[in-house]
């Protein structure tokens, strides 16, 4: 092989003489090619198949949203979602009114409460 020449001046004949070195040399006969052929074959059925339970999935994934069950727990691995649910729970809270309950503070305790 002569890797001096450049890619453009070769003619197709040498570019194919050189793809049928390269296989003899990586193959010592044609029983290990089909082989090799035949396992490369199988690969790629399985990875083929597999791509396309991955796309079903997909479609599924897209089709129904996760349910309330589902994102809870996700939600809570995110320290920054978990943050940001507790901020806007806190906002939402703090716009409600608040009603004081007593006035003025607790009145101070009377001796006769205090004895048995």
Known sequence: MDNAMPE?????????????????????GAEKLVKAYTALEAEFSRKCARLKEL??????AKAAPP??????????????VRDA??????KEV?????VKLVSGGCPPPRATDLLP
């Open 8 to 28: 453009a001046e070769k003619s197709e004949a040498e570019r194919e003489a050189e793809k049928l070195a390269f296989i003899a040399e990586k193959f010592s």
């Open 67 to 80: 349910s309330e069950e589902e994102l809870l727990p996700l939600a809570l691995k995110s320290g920054r």
């Open 55 to 60: 796309e079903a999935e997909l479609k599924t």
């Open 94 to 98: 703090s716009k409600t009114r608040v």
């Open 85 to 90: 649910v507790i901020g806007e729970y806190l």
